[in-house]
Each structure stands twice: as structure tokens, then as C-alpha cells.
């Protein structure tokens, strides 16, 4: 993200929105509780704080936690799946 940040030289303010954004979503990953009115939320394709945990205590699948896009294209849902319909 550091590297991206040097090449593309982006406004102050959009470096402050991305890092607050950041921080919000990893918060709301970690705290263990998904908040119903979490802007991380708000965007399609973001990954819910249930697969966060999964990914943890399995260590395995849901390895994106904000383009969750990822996993359905490369197969990290299907041991997510398979745990979920047990």
C-alpha cells in the first residue's frame, strides 16, 4: 500500500479517507461483532466479520477481507461453505 502510495503521489485528504477506511474495516474485523451500521458494509463485495473469523480459527479460505470478489473467483469460499452447511 506504501508503494502505491509513492507512485501514484494521491491527494492528502483521499491518503487520510483510505487510511481512516482502513482502519475502520480492521476494526470491524477484529472486534469479533458485526456491527449492523458499519460503513465497511456499505460496499459491495466486502467480506463480513463471520468469514474474518473463519479465516482465523481455520486458517484456511476468506482470505480477502474487503474484495471478497477474490475468494468466489479462486475457490476461498468452498471450505467456508462446506463448515457453514455442517
Same mark, same amino acid.
Given at each position: 500500500a506504501l508503494l502505491a502510495v509513492s507512485l501514484v503521489n494521491p491527494h492528502s485528504v483521499s491518503v487520510f479517507q483510505w487510511t481512516i477506511y482502513t482502519m475502520m474495516g480492521n476494526l470491524d474485523d477484529h472486534v469479533g461483532y458485526a456491527f449492523p451500521w458499519s460503513p465497511v458494509r456499505?460496499?459491495? $463485495? @466486502?467480506?463480513?466479520? *463471520? /468469514? #474474518? /473469523?473463519? #479465516? #482465523?480459527?481455520? &486458517?484456511?479460505? =476468506? $482470505?480477502? @477481507?474487503?474484495? @471478497?470478489?477474490? &475468494? @468466489?473467483? $479462486?475457490?476461498?469460499? *468452498? =471450505?467456508?461453505? /462446506? !463448515? !457453514?452447511? /455442517?
Open positions: 456499505w460496499f459491495p $463485495f @466486502s467480506a463480513g466479520t *463471520d /468469514e #474474518h /473469523e473463519f #479465516h #482465523h480459527s481455520k &486458517n484456511m479460505g =476468506c $482470505f480477502g @477481507s474487503k474484495l @471478497s470478489i477474490f &475468494n @468466489s473467483l $479462486f475457490g476461498g469460499y *468452498d =471450505c467456508y461453505l /462446506e !463448515k !457453514k452447511l /455442517e
